[in-house]
């Protein structure tokens, strides 16, 4: 079974959630494990865009004209794939946010380091006093993927052609 259909099988938060369990909470075991998991969505969606864009008509015709392999790629196929991977990639920083701040939150983040999920698990006790303890650190890590994700359909608003 390979890396990829794992991650396909298990959901990745389950997965992150074991991870950080067995090998305990630190930094670069956070940093490697959705490095790890993130990467497969990437690189699926950049490879069916390649396919995509290789077999529209203005590649076949620089092919016909003689045109070298890596000035088609160049030329055409990155410009046209480049998009989808930075607005695939945008998404996907939202989603590394939550992840990261639900295993904080749980006591699998590197406690050393302050985050917006270990500031919300800090907080459970003092919701009747402070309550705003809890909201702001809430409401910045909603804003922060909020602007994650508008930042990814912004992009792909303005790279994308057929839109007008």
Known sequence: MRFTELVDILPRYFLAVL??????????????LLGLTFWPGTVRLMRSQ???????????????????EWRIIV?????????????????????AIIVEAGLSFLGLGDRSVVTWGYMLNNTQNFLRLA?????????????????????????????DTRLG
């Open 131 to 159: 309550w705003w303890m809890s909201v702001f650190p809430g409401v910045a890590l909603l804003l922060t993927v909020l602007g994650a994700n508008l930042l990814a359909d912004g992009l792909q608003a303005s790279w």
């Open 75 to 95: 030329r055409h196929v990155l410009p046209n794939t480049i998009t989808v991977i930075v607005v695939g990639a945008a998404l996907q920083v939202g989603a």
């Open 50 to 68: 390649v396919l995509t864009v290789r077999e529209r008509d203005y590649v076949q015709a620089a092919r016909a004209i003689g045109s070298p």
């Open 19 to 32: 991870v950080a369990a067995l090998f305990g909470p630190s930094l670069i075991v956070l940093t490697l």
